[in-house]
Protein backbone atom coordinates (compact mmCIF):
# COMPACT_ATOMS: atom_id res chain seq x y z
CA UNK A 1 0.00 0.00 0.00
CA UNK A 2 2.54 2.61 0.74
CA UNK A 3 4.72 1.56 -2.05
CA UNK A 4 1.70 2.23 -4.07
CA UNK A 5 1.50 5.50 -2.77
CA UNK A 6 5.28 6.44 -3.19
CA UNK A 7 5.59 5.46 -6.74
CA UNK A 8 2.48 7.79 -7.06
CA UNK A 9 4.07 10.70 -5.47
CA UNK A 10 7.01 9.80 -7.51
CA UNK A 11 4.95 9.19 -11.01
CA UNK A 12 3.85 12.75 -10.18
CA UNK A 13 7.46 14.24 -9.49
CA UNK A 14 8.52 12.90 -12.71
CA UNK A 15 5.88 14.03 -14.91
CA UNK A 16 6.39 18.24 -12.82
CA UNK A 17 9.82 17.29 -13.69
CA UNK A 18 10.04 16.12 -17.37
CA UNK A 19 7.25 19.25 -17.69
CA UNK A 20 10.22 21.85 -15.90
CA UNK A 21 12.81 19.95 -18.06
CA UNK A 22 10.92 20.42 -21.10
CA UNK A 23 10.25 23.93 -20.79
CA UNK A 24 13.53 24.64 -20.29
CA UNK A 25 15.19 22.79 -22.76
CA UNK A 26 12.68 24.62 -25.05
CA UNK A 27 13.79 27.76 -24.24
CA UNK A 28 17.26 27.55 -24.95
CA UNK A 29 16.55 25.84 -27.68
CA UNK A 30 14.54 29.35 -28.75
CA UNK A 31 17.52 31.18 -27.64
CA UNK A 32 19.98 29.20 -29.60
CA UNK A 33 17.66 29.57 -32.29
CA UNK A 34 17.31 33.58 -31.58
CA UNK A 35 21.79 33.74 -32.10
CA UNK A 36 21.35 31.27 -35.31
CA UNK A 37 18.83 34.54 -36.61
CA UNK A 38 21.24 36.86 -36.10
CA UNK A 39 24.21 35.46 -37.22
CA UNK A 40 21.86 35.08 -40.42
CA UNK A 41 20.95 38.52 -40.89
CA UNK A 42 23.64 39.96 -42.75
CA UNK A 43 23.51 37.33 -45.05
CA UNK A 44 19.00 38.08 -45.34
CA UNK A 45 20.12 42.17 -45.60
CA UNK A 46 21.79 41.41 -48.44
CA UNK A 47 18.82 40.59 -50.05
CA UNK A 48 16.80 43.61 -48.44
CA UNK A 49 13.70 43.75 -50.79
CA UNK A 50 12.77 40.17 -49.04
CA UNK A 51 12.44 42.32 -45.21
CA UNK A 52 10.94 45.01 -47.24
CA UNK A 53 8.47 42.35 -48.19
CA UNK A 54 7.84 41.09 -44.69
CA UNK A 55 7.27 44.66 -43.02
CA UNK A 56 4.73 45.20 -45.79
CA UNK A 57 3.06 41.77 -44.82
CA UNK A 58 3.20 42.17 -41.00
CA UNK A 59 3.17 45.81 -40.66
CA UNK A 60 1.20 47.23 -43.47
CA UNK A 61 -1.27 44.78 -43.65
CA UNK A 62 -1.80 44.88 -40.23
CA UNK A 63 -2.69 48.72 -40.26
CA UNK A 64 -6.55 48.71 -40.38
CA UNK A 65 -6.65 46.57 -37.21
CA UNK A 66 -4.38 48.26 -35.59
CA UNK A 67 -5.87 51.87 -36.74
CA UNK A 68 -9.53 50.88 -35.99
CA UNK A 69 -8.62 49.94 -32.22
CA UNK A 70 -6.21 52.49 -31.18
CA UNK A 71 -9.35 55.00 -32.19
CA UNK A 72 -11.53 53.07 -30.37
CA UNK A 73 -9.62 52.04 -26.94
CA UNK A 74 -8.71 56.18 -27.38
CA UNK A 75 -12.47 56.95 -27.37
CA UNK A 76 -13.64 54.86 -24.81
CA UNK A 77 -10.71 55.94 -22.26
CA UNK A 78 -11.83 59.77 -22.74
CA UNK A 79 -15.40 58.70 -21.56
CA UNK A 80 -14.01 56.73 -18.85
CA UNK A 81 -11.29 59.00 -17.66
CA UNK A 82 -13.59 62.09 -18.15
CA UNK A 83 -16.49 59.87 -15.63
CA UNK A 84 -13.30 59.58 -13.11
CA UNK A 85 -11.45 62.84 -13.53
CA UNK A 86 -15.27 65.02 -13.07
CA UNK A 87 -15.66 63.90 -9.28
CA UNK A 88 -12.18 65.45 -8.54
CA UNK A 89 -12.78 68.59 -10.93
CA UNK A 90 -9.85 68.00 -13.01
CA UNK A 91 -11.57 66.94 -16.03
CA UNK A 92 -9.32 69.78 -17.87
CA UNK A 93 -6.62 67.26 -17.44
CA UNK A 94 -8.46 64.59 -19.85
CA UNK A 95 -5.49 65.02 -22.62
CA UNK A 96 -2.78 63.79 -20.22
CA UNK A 97 -4.52 61.31 -18.58
CA UNK A 98 -5.26 60.10 -22.61
CA UNK A 99 -1.78 60.58 -24.11
CA UNK A 100 -0.51 59.17 -20.43
CA UNK A 101 -2.35 55.84 -20.53
CA UNK A 102 -1.65 55.31 -23.80
CA UNK A 103 2.07 56.21 -24.77
CA UNK A 104 3.26 54.37 -22.34
CA UNK A 105 1.14 51.20 -21.54
CA UNK A 106 -1.55 51.07 -23.75
CA UNK A 107 0.29 51.21 -26.54
CA UNK A 108 2.67 48.88 -27.16
CA UNK A 109 0.79 46.51 -25.06
CA UNK A 110 -2.54 46.56 -27.33
CA UNK A 111 -0.60 46.72 -30.33
CA UNK A 112 1.56 43.98 -29.22
CA UNK A 113 -1.26 41.75 -28.75
CA UNK A 114 -3.50 42.66 -31.89
CA UNK A 115 0.00 42.39 -33.71
CA UNK A 116 0.37 38.75 -32.22
CA UNK A 117 -3.02 37.61 -33.35
CA UNK A 118 -2.96 39.21 -37.04
CA UNK A 119 0.86 38.75 -38.19
CA UNK A 120 2.42 36.51 -35.74
CA UNK A 121 -0.13 34.07 -36.01
CA UNK A 122 -0.09 34.25 -40.12
CA UNK A 123 4.08 33.78 -40.08
CA UNK A 124 3.66 30.79 -38.07
CA UNK A 125 1.02 29.07 -39.82
CA UNK A 126 3.29 30.52 -43.32
CA UNK A 127 6.45 28.49 -42.39
CA UNK A 128 4.69 25.91 -40.34
CA UNK A 129 3.06 24.87 -43.87
CA UNK A 130 6.49 25.74 -45.67
CA UNK A 131 7.90 22.98 -43.72
CA UNK A 132 5.10 20.82 -44.03
CA UNK A 133 5.05 21.26 -47.71
CA UNK A 134 8.95 20.47 -47.82
CA UNK A 135 9.67 23.66 -48.81
CA UNK A 136 12.22 24.30 -46.28
CA UNK A 137 13.99 20.70 -46.55
CA UNK A 138 13.76 21.82 -50.76
CA UNK A 139 15.32 25.23 -50.18
CA UNK A 140 18.02 23.32 -48.25
CA UNK A 141 18.89 20.86 -50.97
CA UNK A 142 19.45 23.35 -52.73
CA UNK A 143 21.98 25.19 -50.62
CA UNK A 144 20.07 27.80 -49.32
CA UNK A 145 19.90 28.11 -45.66
CA UNK A 146 15.81 28.73 -44.70
CA UNK A 147 17.17 30.68 -41.69
CA UNK A 148 18.62 33.32 -43.71
CA UNK A 149 16.01 33.28 -46.85
CA UNK A 150 12.77 32.79 -44.86
CA UNK A 151 13.45 33.26 -41.55
CA UNK A 152 15.68 36.29 -40.57
CA UNK A 153 12.91 38.26 -42.60
CA UNK A 154 10.15 37.37 -41.40
CA UNK A 155 11.55 38.44 -37.73
CA UNK A 156 13.06 41.60 -38.44
CA UNK A 157 9.88 42.35 -40.54
CA UNK A 158 7.88 41.91 -36.86
CA UNK A 159 10.90 44.01 -35.01
CA UNK A 160 10.58 46.89 -37.43
CA UNK A 161 7.18 46.78 -37.75
CA UNK A 162 5.81 46.87 -34.10
CA UNK A 163 7.03 49.75 -32.52
CA UNK A 164 5.69 52.06 -35.66
CA UNK A 165 2.12 49.79 -34.90
CA UNK A 166 2.45 50.94 -31.38
CA UNK A 167 3.35 54.33 -32.31
CA UNK A 168 0.68 54.79 -34.78
CA UNK A 169 -2.20 53.25 -32.39
CA UNK A 170 -1.38 55.59 -29.62
CA UNK A 171 -1.60 58.27 -32.38
CA UNK A 172 -4.56 57.08 -33.29
CA UNK A 173 -6.24 56.64 -29.50
CA UNK A 174 -5.08 60.07 -28.31
CA UNK A 175 -7.13 61.44 -31.92
CA UNK A 176 -10.13 59.50 -30.56
CA UNK A 177 -9.55 60.65 -27.66
CA UNK A 178 -9.69 64.42 -28.57
CA UNK A 179 -12.32 62.75 -30.97
CA UNK A 180 -14.61 62.44 -27.77
CA UNK A 181 -13.24 64.72 -25.24
CA UNK A 182 -13.27 67.73 -26.98
CA UNK A 183 -16.41 68.33 -29.65
CA UNK A 184 -18.55 65.31 -27.74
CA UNK A 185 -17.94 66.03 -24.06
CA UNK A 186 -17.05 69.72 -24.39
CA UNK A 187 -13.97 70.34 -23.14
CA UNK A 188 -11.80 73.06 -23.87
CA UNK A 189 -9.32 72.58 -26.91
CA UNK A 190 -6.47 74.65 -25.66
CA UNK A 191 -6.71 72.37 -22.22
CA UNK A 192 -7.03 69.10 -24.02
CA UNK A 193 -4.00 69.72 -25.95
CA UNK A 194 -1.98 71.84 -23.66
CA UNK A 195 -1.94 69.53 -20.62
CA UNK A 196 -0.84 67.21 -22.75
CA UNK A 197 2.30 69.14 -23.86
CA UNK A 198 3.03 70.24 -20.26
CA UNK A 199 2.61 66.81 -18.98
CA UNK A 200 3.69 64.11 -21.42
CA UNK A 201 8.12 64.32 -21.64
CA UNK A 202 9.74 62.45 -24.88
CA UNK A 203 11.63 60.79 -21.76
CA UNK A 204 10.84 58.72 -19.49
CA UNK A 205 6.60 58.67 -21.87
CA UNK A 206 7.44 58.34 -25.00
CA UNK A 207 10.70 56.72 -24.89
CA UNK A 208 9.67 54.15 -22.78
CA UNK A 209 6.59 53.12 -24.82
CA UNK A 210 9.10 52.55 -27.35
CA UNK A 211 11.65 50.77 -25.52
CA UNK A 212 8.75 48.58 -24.44
CA UNK A 213 6.85 48.16 -28.34
CA UNK A 214 10.06 47.10 -29.27
CA UNK A 215 11.21 44.41 -26.93
CA UNK A 216 7.52 43.40 -27.57
CA UNK A 217 8.42 43.00 -31.15
CA UNK A 218 11.11 40.89 -30.31
CA UNK A 219 9.40 38.66 -28.71
CA UNK A 220 6.58 38.24 -30.86
CA UNK A 221 8.50 37.67 -33.92
CA UNK A 222 10.77 35.32 -32.19
CA UNK A 223 7.89 33.20 -30.89
CA UNK A 224 6.12 33.37 -34.21
CA UNK A 225 9.23 32.13 -36.38
CA UNK A 226 9.91 30.01 -33.93
CA UNK A 227 6.88 28.14 -33.38
CA UNK A 228 6.73 27.95 -37.02
CA UNK A 229 9.60 26.46 -37.40
CA UNK A 230 9.94 23.82 -34.55
CA UNK A 231 5.77 22.75 -35.75
CA UNK A 232 5.43 19.20 -35.73
CA UNK A 233 5.18 18.94 -40.02
CA UNK A 234 1.24 17.76 -39.82
CA UNK A 235 -2.08 20.03 -40.08
CA UNK A 236 -2.77 19.48 -36.42
CA UNK A 237 1.30 20.15 -35.73
CA UNK A 238 0.90 23.62 -37.52
CA UNK A 239 -2.88 24.15 -35.77
CA UNK A 240 -0.77 23.17 -32.43
CA UNK A 241 2.25 25.71 -33.37
CA UNK A 242 -0.21 28.56 -34.63
CA UNK A 243 -2.00 28.56 -31.15
CA UNK A 244 0.88 28.40 -29.33
CA UNK A 245 1.92 31.48 -31.10
CA UNK A 246 -0.70 33.34 -29.62
CA UNK A 247 -0.69 32.62 -26.24
CA UNK A 248 2.52 32.30 -25.72
CA UNK A 249 2.66 35.76 -27.33
CA UNK A 250 -0.04 37.05 -25.22
CA UNK A 251 1.72 36.26 -21.64
CA UNK A 252 5.37 36.78 -23.20
CA UNK A 253 3.91 40.71 -23.80
CA UNK A 254 2.10 41.00 -20.27
CA UNK A 255 4.89 39.56 -18.18
CA UNK A 256 7.18 41.78 -20.20
CA UNK A 257 5.60 44.61 -19.26
CA UNK A 258 4.86 44.44 -15.88
CA UNK A 259 9.20 43.61 -15.45
CA UNK A 260 9.51 46.27 -17.72
CA UNK A 261 7.20 48.85 -15.75
CA UNK A 262 8.60 48.13 -12.61
CA UNK A 263 12.22 49.11 -13.64
CA UNK A 264 11.04 51.95 -16.29
CA UNK A 265 9.01 53.94 -13.19
CA UNK A 266 10.16 52.60 -10.42
CA UNK A 267 13.81 52.82 -10.46
CA UNK A 268 13.39 55.76 -13.26
CA UNK A 269 12.13 58.35 -10.46
CA UNK A 270 9.23 58.13 -12.73
CA UNK A 271 6.52 57.34 -9.44
CA UNK B 1 34.10 20.26 -59.74
CA UNK B 2 36.12 19.24 -62.43
CA UNK B 3 34.67 20.22 -66.14
CA UNK B 4 34.80 16.09 -67.29
CA UNK B 5 31.89 15.55 -64.64
CA UNK B 6 29.62 18.00 -65.98
CA UNK B 7 30.34 19.92 -68.84
CA UNK B 8 27.52 21.98 -68.69
CA UNK B 9 27.84 23.48 -65.33
CA UNK B 10 27.27 27.68 -65.36
CA UNK B 11 30.29 28.99 -64.98
CA UNK B 12 28.95 31.46 -62.01
CA UNK B 13 29.08 28.57 -59.25
CA UNK B 14 31.30 28.82 -57.52
CA UNK B 15 34.16 25.95 -57.39
CA UNK B 16 34.75 25.18 -53.09
CA UNK B 17 34.86 21.15 -53.38
CA UNK B 18 36.84 19.15 -55.47
CA UNK B 19 35.10 16.32 -56.46
CA UNK B 20 36.93 12.90 -57.90
CA UNK B 21 35.70 13.30 -61.68
CA UNK B 22 36.85 9.24 -61.89
CA UNK B 23 35.39 8.37 -58.55
CA UNK B 24 31.59 6.33 -58.81
CA UNK B 25 28.43 9.08 -58.20
CA UNK B 26 27.51 7.75 -55.14
CA UNK B 27 29.25 4.97 -52.80
CA UNK B 28 27.13 3.79 -50.11
CA UNK B 29 29.28 1.21 -47.50
CA UNK B 30 27.53 -0.96 -45.15
CA UNK B 31 25.41 2.40 -44.15
CA UNK B 32 23.36 2.10 -41.02
CA UNK B 33 20.85 4.68 -39.43
CA UNK B 34 18.16 4.45 -36.78
CA UNK B 35 15.78 7.36 -36.35
CA UNK B 36 16.14 7.07 -32.23
CA UNK B 37 16.25 3.79 -31.54
CA UNK B 38 14.38 2.32 -34.41
CA UNK B 39 16.45 0.72 -37.20
CA UNK B 40 15.40 1.84 -40.89
CA UNK B 41 18.48 1.03 -42.39
CA UNK B 42 20.66 -1.88 -41.72
CA UNK B 43 23.86 -2.44 -43.66
CA UNK B 44 23.38 -0.69 -47.21
CA UNK B 45 25.90 -1.20 -49.88
CA UNK B 46 25.20 0.30 -53.46
CA UNK B 47 26.85 2.06 -56.25
CA UNK B 48 25.28 4.29 -58.72
CA UNK B 49 28.00 4.88 -61.50
CA UNK B 50 28.09 8.31 -63.21
CA UNK B 51 25.69 9.04 -66.05
CA UNK B 52 23.10 6.01 -64.80
CA UNK B 53 19.48 6.72 -63.82
CA UNK B 54 19.38 3.97 -60.89
CA UNK B 55 15.76 3.36 -58.82
CA UNK B 56 15.69 2.30 -55.69
CA UNK B 57 12.63 0.58 -55.20
CA UNK B 58 10.73 -0.94 -52.14
CA UNK B 59 7.48 -0.72 -50.45
CA UNK B 60 5.97 2.36 -48.14
CA UNK B 61 8.07 3.17 -45.22
CA UNK B 62 11.54 0.50 -46.19
CA UNK B 63 13.73 3.06 -45.74
CA UNK B 64 14.17 4.31 -49.18
CA UNK B 65 13.44 8.50 -48.90
CA UNK B 66 16.39 8.24 -45.84
CA UNK B 67 18.48 6.37 -48.32
CA UNK B 68 18.22 10.02 -50.20
CA UNK B 69 18.37 12.47 -47.07
CA UNK B 70 21.74 10.42 -46.35
CA UNK B 71 23.07 11.29 -49.91
CA UNK B 72 22.16 15.03 -49.57
CA UNK B 73 23.56 15.15 -45.45
CA UNK B 74 20.19 15.72 -44.19
CA UNK B 75 20.88 12.82 -41.84
CA UNK B 76 24.15 11.14 -41.00
CA UNK B 77 24.18 7.81 -40.39
CA UNK B 78 24.91 5.62 -37.05
CA UNK B 79 28.12 3.86 -39.33
CA UNK B 80 29.20 2.85 -42.78
CA UNK B 81 30.03 5.12 -45.38
CA UNK B 82 28.65 7.84 -48.04
CA UNK B 83 30.43 9.07 -50.61
CA UNK B 84 29.21 11.34 -53.15
CA UNK B 85 31.54 11.97 -55.90
CA UNK B 86 34.76 10.78 -53.97
CA UNK B 87 33.45 13.00 -50.64
CA UNK B 88 32.14 11.35 -47.92
CA UNK B 89 29.25 12.78 -47.37
CA UNK B 90 28.85 13.02 -43.02
CA UNK B 91 32.52 14.41 -42.72
CA UNK B 92 31.37 17.32 -44.64
CA UNK B 93 31.67 20.85 -42.67
CA UNK B 94 28.31 23.26 -43.43
CA UNK B 95 30.28 25.14 -45.64
CA UNK B 96 31.45 22.14 -47.93
CA UNK B 97 27.88 20.53 -47.75
CA UNK B 98 26.57 23.43 -48.92
CA UNK B 99 29.20 23.62 -51.93
CA UNK B 100 28.45 20.26 -52.80
CA UNK B 101 24.32 20.75 -52.11
CA UNK B 102 24.65 22.84 -55.29
CA UNK B 103 25.77 20.18 -57.66
CA UNK B 104 22.73 18.46 -56.61
CA UNK B 105 18.98 18.36 -57.96
CA UNK B 106 15.93 16.79 -55.80
CA UNK B 107 12.71 16.37 -56.88
CA UNK B 108 10.37 16.16 -53.79
CA UNK B 109 7.77 14.18 -53.32
CA UNK B 110 5.05 16.53 -53.70
CA UNK B 111 7.04 19.17 -55.74
CA UNK B 112 7.54 21.04 -52.89
CA UNK B 113 7.46 24.03 -55.14
CA UNK B 114 7.40 27.68 -53.02
CA UNK B 115 3.89 28.38 -52.74
CA UNK B 116 4.60 32.42 -52.97
CA UNK B 117 6.08 32.50 -56.02
CA UNK B 118 4.98 32.04 -59.83
CA UNK B 119 5.78 29.13 -61.53
CA UNK B 120 8.88 31.52 -63.47
CA UNK B 121 9.97 32.13 -60.18
CA UNK B 122 9.97 28.92 -58.56
CA UNK B 123 12.54 28.01 -61.41
CA UNK B 124 15.05 31.18 -61.40
CA UNK B 125 15.17 30.65 -57.67
CA UNK B 126 18.03 28.58 -57.69
CA UNK B 127 19.95 30.51 -60.34
CA UNK B 128 19.31 34.00 -58.54
CA UNK B 129 20.39 32.76 -55.07
CA UNK B 130 23.67 31.01 -56.63
CA UNK B 131 24.87 32.70 -59.35
CA UNK B 132 25.00 36.67 -60.68
CA UNK B 133 23.24 35.91 -64.13
CA UNK B 134 21.71 38.81 -65.82
CA UNK B 135 17.91 39.06 -65.21
CA UNK B 136 18.04 38.59 -69.34
CA UNK B 137 20.24 35.54 -69.53
CA UNK B 138 17.82 34.13 -66.45
CA UNK B 139 14.99 34.61 -68.39
CA UNK B 140 15.79 32.45 -71.16
CA UNK B 141 17.51 29.56 -68.95
CA UNK B 142 14.31 29.71 -67.20
CA UNK B 143 12.29 29.53 -70.28
CA UNK B 144 14.54 26.64 -71.58
CA UNK B 145 14.07 24.90 -68.93
CA UNK B 146 10.52 25.35 -68.69
CA UNK B 147 10.61 24.31 -72.46
CA UNK B 148 12.38 21.17 -72.17
CA UNK B 149 9.50 19.99 -69.40
CA UNK B 150 6.23 21.14 -72.19
CA UNK B 151 5.11 24.00 -69.62
CA UNK B 152 6.92 27.04 -71.22
CA UNK B 153 2.89 28.36 -71.50
CA UNK B 154 2.72 27.93 -67.86
CA UNK B 155 5.66 30.44 -66.47
CA UNK B 156 3.16 32.78 -65.24
CA UNK B 157 0.95 30.22 -62.90
CA UNK B 158 1.26 29.83 -59.51
CA UNK B 159 1.68 26.59 -57.91
CA UNK B 160 -1.35 26.25 -56.58
CA UNK B 161 -3.03 26.89 -60.26
CA UNK B 162 -1.26 23.52 -61.77
CA UNK B 163 -2.73 20.45 -61.63
CA UNK B 164 -0.12 17.20 -60.29
CA UNK B 165 1.09 16.13 -62.90
CA UNK B 166 1.97 19.65 -64.34
CA UNK B 167 3.74 20.87 -60.51
CA UNK B 168 5.87 17.57 -60.70
CA UNK B 169 7.36 18.89 -64.16
CA UNK B 170 7.86 22.35 -62.84
CA UNK B 171 9.24 20.74 -59.99
CA UNK B 172 11.64 18.88 -62.51
CA UNK B 173 12.49 21.69 -64.15
CA UNK B 174 13.72 23.47 -61.12
CA UNK B 175 15.10 20.42 -59.67
CA UNK B 176 17.86 20.54 -63.53
CA UNK B 177 17.61 24.48 -63.15
CA UNK B 178 21.50 24.66 -62.63
CA UNK B 179 22.57 21.47 -64.75
CA UNK B 180 22.67 19.41 -61.30
CA UNK B 181 25.34 16.37 -61.85
CA UNK B 182 22.86 14.52 -59.49
CA UNK B 183 19.40 14.58 -59.59
CA UNK B 184 17.12 12.97 -56.65
CA UNK B 185 13.85 11.94 -57.19
CA UNK B 186 11.54 10.76 -54.62
CA UNK B 187 8.55 9.36 -55.46
CA UNK B 188 7.91 11.56 -58.79
CA UNK B 189 5.25 9.03 -59.86
CA UNK B 190 3.27 9.33 -56.68
CA UNK B 191 -0.21 10.69 -57.81
CA UNK B 192 -0.14 11.16 -60.82
CA UNK B 193 -2.45 9.72 -63.95
CA UNK B 194 -1.11 6.88 -66.43
CA UNK B 195 -0.28 9.95 -68.99
CA UNK B 196 1.45 12.61 -66.74
CA UNK B 197 3.24 9.06 -65.37
CA UNK B 198 4.74 8.18 -68.36
CA UNK B 199 5.43 11.97 -69.41
CA UNK B 200 7.52 12.44 -65.90
CA UNK B 201 8.99 8.95 -66.64
CA UNK B 202 10.32 9.77 -70.14
CA UNK B 203 11.30 13.20 -69.23
CA UNK B 204 13.39 11.45 -65.70
CA UNK B 205 15.49 9.39 -68.77
CA UNK B 206 15.63 12.26 -71.42
CA UNK B 207 17.15 15.04 -69.10
CA UNK B 208 19.48 12.28 -67.98
CA UNK B 209 20.77 11.64 -70.78
CA UNK B 210 20.73 15.29 -72.39
CA UNK B 211 22.50 16.76 -69.73
CA UNK B 212 24.45 13.74 -68.71
CA UNK B 213 23.67 13.87 -64.83
CA UNK B 214 23.07 11.28 -62.67
CA UNK B 215 19.89 10.17 -61.81
CA UNK B 216 18.70 8.23 -58.26
CA UNK B 217 14.74 7.76 -58.00
CA UNK B 218 13.36 6.39 -55.22
CA UNK B 219 10.18 4.80 -56.19
CA UNK B 220 7.64 2.40 -55.55
CA UNK B 221 5.92 2.24 -59.62
CA UNK B 222 7.64 -0.78 -60.82
CA UNK B 223 5.89 -0.95 -64.06
CA UNK B 224 7.24 2.93 -64.90
CA UNK B 225 10.67 2.16 -63.66
CA UNK B 226 11.54 -0.76 -65.49
CA UNK B 227 10.70 1.30 -68.73
CA UNK B 228 13.59 3.77 -67.75
CA UNK B 229 16.01 3.27 -65.59
CA UNK B 230 19.77 1.31 -65.93
CA UNK B 231 19.51 -0.69 -62.51
CA UNK B 232 17.23 -1.29 -59.52
CA UNK B 233 17.49 -1.81 -56.21
CA UNK B 234 15.17 -3.31 -53.98
CA UNK B 235 14.94 -2.75 -50.15
CA UNK B 236 13.16 -4.01 -47.63
CA UNK B 237 13.39 -4.09 -44.13
CA UNK B 238 16.62 -1.76 -44.29
CA UNK B 239 18.14 -4.01 -46.35
CA UNK B 240 18.82 -4.49 -49.96
CA UNK B 241 17.26 -8.10 -51.19
CA UNK B 242 17.44 -8.13 -54.26
CA UNK B 243 19.07 -5.77 -57.61
CA UNK B 244 19.83 -6.04 -61.16
CA UNK B 245 19.16 -4.48 -64.32
CA UNK B 246 15.45 -4.59 -65.93
CA UNK B 247 15.79 -7.52 -67.82
CA UNK B 248 17.73 -9.60 -64.91
CA UNK B 249 14.21 -8.19 -62.84
CA UNK B 250 12.25 -8.79 -65.45
CA UNK B 251 13.20 -12.67 -65.58
CA UNK B 252 13.69 -12.94 -61.59
CA UNK B 253 12.46 -16.03 -59.68
CA UNK B 254 13.52 -14.17 -56.61
CA UNK B 255 10.13 -14.42 -54.18
CA UNK B 256 10.51 -10.85 -52.99
CA UNK B 257 10.93 -9.10 -56.64
CA UNK B 258 8.33 -11.43 -57.81
CA UNK B 259 5.52 -10.43 -55.38
CA UNK B 260 7.05 -6.41 -55.86
CA UNK B 261 6.82 -7.25 -59.85
CA UNK B 262 3.01 -8.95 -59.54
CA UNK B 263 2.14 -6.80 -56.97
CA UNK B 264 0.86 -9.81 -54.59
CA UNK B 265 -0.52 -8.81 -51.32
CA UNK B 266 1.30 -11.71 -49.51
CA UNK B 267 4.39 -13.21 -49.38
CA UNK B 268 8.42 -12.23 -48.08
CA UNK B 269 6.37 -8.91 -47.30
CA UNK B 270 3.72 -10.12 -45.40
CA UNK B 271 0.29 -8.77 -45.59
CA UNK B 272 -0.09 -8.60 -41.45
CA UNK B 273 1.87 -6.26 -39.37
CA UNK B 274 3.12 -7.75 -36.72
CA UNK B 275 1.57 -9.02 -33.72
CA UNK B 276 0.70 -11.72 -31.13
CA UNK B 277 -1.14 -14.82 -32.43
CA UNK B 278 -4.68 -13.83 -33.38
CA UNK B 279 -6.54 -17.07 -31.26
CA UNK B 280 -4.47 -15.36 -28.32
CA UNK B 281 -5.85 -11.74 -28.99
CA UNK B 282 -9.48 -12.68 -29.75
CA UNK B 283 -9.87 -14.86 -26.66
CA UNK B 284 -8.22 -12.81 -23.99
CA UNK B 285 -10.82 -12.00 -22.44
CA UNK B 286 -12.43 -15.11 -22.14
CA UNK B 287 -9.79 -16.57 -20.53
Known amino acids: MSSDVISGIAHVLRRIGGAVTGSISRLGF ?45 MVLSLQGYETLKRYGADEQLGILVALSLVRELGPVMAGLLFASRAGSAITAEIGLMKTTEQLAAMEMMAVDPLARVIAPRFWGGVISMP ?104 GGGL | MSAAANPRSPAALTETCHLDPDAAAIELTDVSFAYDRRPVLRGITMTVPRGKVVAIMGGSGCGKTTILRLIGGQLRPQSGKVLVAGQSVPD ?58 GLRGAAKLMPSELSGGMARRVALARAIALDPMLVMYDEPFAGLDPISLGVVGQLIRQLNDALGTTSVVVTHDVYESLKIVDYLYFVSEGKIVAQGTPNVVR ?37
Request: hydrophobic residues 55%; aromatic residues 14%; charged residues 15%.
Open chain 1, 164 to 267: LLAALFSAFGIFGGYLVGVPLIGIDAGAFWGQMQAGVDVWPDVTNGIIKSLVFGVAVSLIAVFEGYDAKPTAEGVSIATTRTVVMSSLAILALDFVMTVFMFRG
Open chain 1, 30 to 74: ASRFLVAIVWHSPQAFRRIHLTVHEIYFAGVLSLVIILMSGLFVG
Open chain 2, 92 to 149: LDAAALYALRRKFGMLFQFGALFTDMSVFENIAFPMREHTELPEELIRDLVLMKLHAV
Open chain 2, 251 to 287: ASTDPFVRQFVEGESDGPVPFHYPAQPYRREIFADVQ
